[in-house]
């Protein structure tokens, strides 16, 4: 269950118009008050959706407001709050459970009348539509915050009130639980962002396409001034932010070259992730000279520069594959030994195979693929509630040589990816049943799935939007891969798997959604 409080208004009859209306995009219809407060005298179910309902409409808009207005009362910072809440495509509540749902919002934020504390009430309605553009049971809260005795309701801290609500109405009306809340939870992908996909403009959203670049600089890079020259050489723009007297970085925002005749959308690293905002991306390198970090996020800005600004990192072997497989099968024996409720460790570990997997992401598929799914995945399981610290950075050299090592195709080279493969699904698969122990189905069966469709598509590479010479020679090395059956892929030899997962047929659309 996802909620989402919108800015603070000042018409509460727009705000009604638009409820009962056809919505941005044709989606609202069905529509029906489940719940309202008592002095406006509307049952449960009430019907608003036919042409002839709309001077109801319009005299509902008013008695919302009726009050405020004779108490000519008019809050500067605004007097509507409006929240949806939403479920996934593939759960519903009736109208009896929604309507409970909204009356214990209200009751909680201190919208209701108490006698005791000498509060009236204000103003609500409850509205239920039918799904959403993209399938999702969903309803409108709508309040106005003047109360019947003219005083202003304040909701306070209400966004962390309604993540509290939200955990309580899963658990009680069997909801799968959204793990990742209370500041852990992946931002949602905005309309407007959708309508630029579905325009054609984009693949995927830009803030899933720049969280992988981001995850992938961080996860290959040695330093904070590599690491921006990884952002450089990925295309990225870059845009720093810098504290008192411009001394020092400590903040940064990246983009997607726009479209031809558009403006670039800017994205602060915590809009992408929680975890990837400046000071918790430091966590993983060793500290740098303010200075000199200080010019290389400058000169990133200006595009000065797209090389390097470090000592180019050494060639490396073919055979570098063998070695980095190796060490992610050592590193997933060593988890198999932590226990589920070590939740920091297991953390670090999903975040570490989030950017190895956004590197392979970066190195050979560059689009939305069964990569992109399972690196995104992994980063939801990578969140955490506890502030950064300094971190260990145990895939580190794996990361570095999935970025620069050359891919080969002579035999030694083939085998070492085969093995880096296999590696690399038992991780996933480890994390997976960690999450499961955890009662964190769905997204233990979100990861499954990806991991699934990587079994059955990771050759299956789209082409490069732009002719890309590099691209199209990594892609024709690995796709030797599209000879081995995904029971092949799991086969462990002497170390056999103890998962006995059934490979998902092909998606034929990735999922783009991943904070929903």
Not at 113 to 137: F, L, T, Y
Not at 189 to 205: C, K, Y
Not at 459 to 472: G, M, Y
Not at 485 to 501: A, F, I, M, V
Request: charge should be positive; glycine fraction near 6%; include cysteine.
């Amino acid at each position: 269950m996802i909620n989402k409080i919108m800015k603070r208004g000042h018409s509460i009859g727009s705000l009604v118009g638009y409820l009962f209306g056809p919505g941005k995009a044709n989606e609202h219809r069905d529509q029906r008050i489940i719940a309202a407060d008592d002095v406006l005298d509307l049952a449960d179910g009430t019907r608003l959706d036919q042409p002839h309902h709309q001077e109801r409409i319009r005299r509902l808009s008013a008695d919302m407001d009726a009050l405020r207005r004779l108490a000519t009362v008019e809050p500067f910072r605004g007097w509507v709050w409006h929240c949806a809440i939403s479920l996934p495509p593939d759960e519903r509540l009736t109208d009896t459970q929604w309507a409970e749902a909204a009356r214990m919002v209200v009751q909680r934020l201190k919208f209701t009348d108490d006698p005791e504390q000498g509060r009236a009430a204000c103003r609500w309605i409850a509205v239920h539509h039918g799904p959403s553009k993209r399938g999702n049971d969903h309803i409108h809260l709508a309040v106005n915050l003047v109360r019947e005795d003219g005083t202003f309701a304040d909701p306070g801290r209400d966004k962390k009130a309604m993540a509290r609500i939200c955990g309580e109405l899963e658990r009680r009306f069997g909801l799968s639980v959204v793990e990742g809340r209370a500041s852990r939870g992946m931002p949602t992908i905005s309309r407007a962002e959708l309508a630029r996909v579905d325009s054609g403009q984009r693949d995927e959203p830009d803030r899933l396409t720049l969280a992988r670049h981001v995850r992938a600089a961080e996860a290959s890079a040695r330093n904070e001034v590599e690491f921006v020259s990884e952002l450089l050489a990925a295309g990225l723009l870059v845009q720093p932010r810098y504290g008192p007297g411009k001394a020092t970085v400590t903040g940064y925002s990246v983009a997607l070259p726009a479209p031809e005749g558009g403006k670039p959308v800017w994205f602060g690293g915590g809009k992408l992730a929680p975890d990837l905002t400046l000071p918790s991306l430091r966590t993983s390198w060793p500290a740098t000279d303010p200075r000199h970090a200080a010019d290389a996020w400058i000169a990133a800005h200006q595009r000065r520069s797209s090389r390097p600004a470090t000592a180019p990192p050494p060639r490396l072997p073919s055979s570098s594959w063998e070695a980095a497989a190796a060490q992610v099968t050592a590193f997933t024996q060593s988890l198999k030994q932590v226990p589920p409720t070590d939740v920091s460790t297991w953390t670090d570990a999903a975040r570490e195979a989030a950017g190895l997997y956004a590197v392979l992401w970066h190195r050979i598929e560059r689009g939305p693929g069964p990569l992109a799914v399972t690196a995104d995945g992994l980063a939801r399981a990578g969140q955490s509630r506890t502030r950064p610290t300094r971190r260990r950075r145990p895939l580190h050299s794996v990361a570095h040589t999935a970025r620069h090592a050359p891919i080969g195709r002579s035999e030694r080279s083939r085998n070492g990816w085969v093995q880096l493969i296999r590696a690399l699904i038992d991780l996933v698969f480890a994390i997976i049943d960690v999450l499961e122990a955890r009662a964190q189905q769905r997204h233990a069966a979100a990861l499954t799935a990806a991991s699934n469709a990587q079994l059955s598509q990771i050759q299956r590479l789209p082409s490069a939007p732009d002719p890309d010479p590099e691209l199209a020679e990594v892609r024709a090395a690995v796709s030797f891969l599209n000879d081995i059956s995904p029971q092949d892929l799991l086969r462990r030899g002497s170390n056999p798997s103890t998962h006995r997962r059934t490979p998902a047929p092909p998606s034929r659309e990735p999922d783009r959604g991943v904070g929903r």
